[in-house]
Nanobody, 118 residues
């Protein structure tokens, strides 16, 4: 399986938490980073966070302080811990592997749906 695979989406009430997983075989050993994007119905895809090969991280202002990205190299998995969820976080969440060469091939997952009810 070359493409990343997301899991962990679901339906929660506002204020709740979810942890998304992105399993991307060999991403760490190949020096790739992983980004998380989301796309609400009828909206544009936006990047919400990423983690680089050197473990540095970035967050969009809209999720800063609520979302945390981390990786488990041994499991080839990146997590997005989402706390204090809001209705506006409702979207399809995608992960994307990035970097040079192989990292950028077939690099998008198919997404996992997050629905937050107020």
């Amino acid at each position: 399986q070359l493409r990343p695979v997301e899991s962990g989406g679901g339906s929660v009430q506002a204020g709740g938490s979810l942890r998304l997983s992105c399993t991307a075989p060999a991403f760490a050993s190949n020096g790739c980073g992983i980004s998380w994007f989301r796309q609400a119905a009828g909206g544009q895809r936006e990047r919400v966070s990423f983690i680089n090969a050197d473990d540095t991280t970035w967050y969009a202002d809209s999720v800063k302080g609520r979302f945390t990205v981390s990786k488990d190299k041994g499991k080839d998995t990146v997590y997005l811990q989402m706390n204090g969820l809001k209705a506006e976080d409702t979207a399809m969440y995608f992960c994307m592997r990035f970097g040079v060469g192989w990292c950028a091939l077939n690099n998008w997952g198919q997404g996992t749906q997050v629905t937050v009810s107020s």
